[in-house]
């Protein structure tokens, strides 16, 4: 299962984290247009890792109708305090200058989108619809190595809308990058029939099957060398592809399928072909890896 942490929050100006000394910037004077909803939460409190990204993707999802700030008690004891804050995680919402709402305890996510909808109310605004910031945002916490906030937030928005195809596969993605194939495998097979089909649901799909096979990689030194020395060993070359993949060099795994594909298309029932195809689907379609294999895959199939 994913290790759950407070982690980073997304690129821009809508999340934050801010220190004591920033308290009245950033949230008094930085609530008089726009409201600011302020997390105390600490390192070592486990429901606040819980709340930080499911509170995060909600705020996101507000398209900028409202702000957060993150506030570490342990490093901001003099406005926990003043706050009188006496457990954690609690959530304070600011509008110009004043507390209009809060709660304390980790909310599941029907409650937290009702917390901000009465915040961006009371402030005269209105949420916009959608979750396409909120997905972003989960993407690039996946991106830059933040796994587990990354599945904390896709589980979010799925809180909101259960049938999210993007974020069913970034759900399915963050739980192949910590290893958990089984659980991701589970996730998969979860998705409602209606978005099944889905192309992100599918791309999950091929990214789950090349990470099996990425477990029985062989050693890509000794495959290379097999292939140099029988370069007609159909088997020892699909191996090395599939061990180059799993090292993450996807352009050197397309460019020994293909020369397998020249080789011999039908071996193995044209396994060449199928797992190029899988790769091709598991990466991003505008991928140069994707556009130059497929260029080349079609001109030796209409050669």
């Given amino acids: ?24 910037t950033e949230v008094v004077d930085g609530s008089a247009e726009v409201p600011v909803i302020v997390d105390f939460w600490a390192p070592w409190c486990g429901p606040c890792k819980q709340l930080g990204p499911a509170l995060e993707a909600a705020v996101t999802a507000a398209k900028g109708a409202v702000k957060m700030v993150k506030v570490n008690v342990d490093e901001a004891q003099m406005i926990a305090g003043q706050m009188q804050i006496q457990s954690i995680p609690t959530v304070y919402a600011f509008y110009k200058g004043q507390p209009v709402d809060g709660f304390q305890g980790a909310l599941p996510p029907s409650e937290l989108k009702a917390f901000i909808e009465r915040v961006v109310q009371a402030s005269g605004g209105d949420v916009s619809g959608g979750l396409d910031d909120a997905i972003a945002a989960a993407e690039e916490m996946l991106d830059q190595g933040a796994v587990a906030d990354a599945a904390q937030t896709f589980a979010a928005i799925l809180g909101e809308d259960p049938v999210n195809a993007k974020a069913y596969s970034g759900l399915v993605r963050a739980h192949i990058a910590v290893g958990d194939l089984e659980q991701a495998e589970a996730v998969l097979n979860g998705a409602p029939a209606e978005i099944s089909k889905a192309p992100e649901l599918e791309a999950a799909h091929a990214q789950l099957e090349l990470a099996k096979q990425a477990a029985d990689a062989g050693p890509i030194a000794e495959l290379t060398a097999q292939v140099e020395a029988e370069p007609d060993n159909a088997q020892a070359r699909f191996d090395l592809a599939q061990a180059m993949y799993a090292a993450g060099d996807a352009e050197g795994a397309v460019a020994q399928l293909l020369e397998l594909f020249k080789r011999d298309r039908e071996w193995n029932d044209g396994a060449a072909k199928t797992q190029l195809f899988t790769i091709f689907e598991a990466l991003k379609p505008n991928d140069p890896v994707v556009l130059n294999g497929r260029r080349k895959l079609s001109s030796m199939i209409f050669a």
């Avoid at 759950?4 to 920033?22: C, R, W």
């Fill in 1 to 24: 299962m994913l290790e759950l942490g407070q982690g980073a929050a997304p690129a821009g100006d809508l999340v934050k984290d801010i220190t004591e000394a920033e308290f009245m």
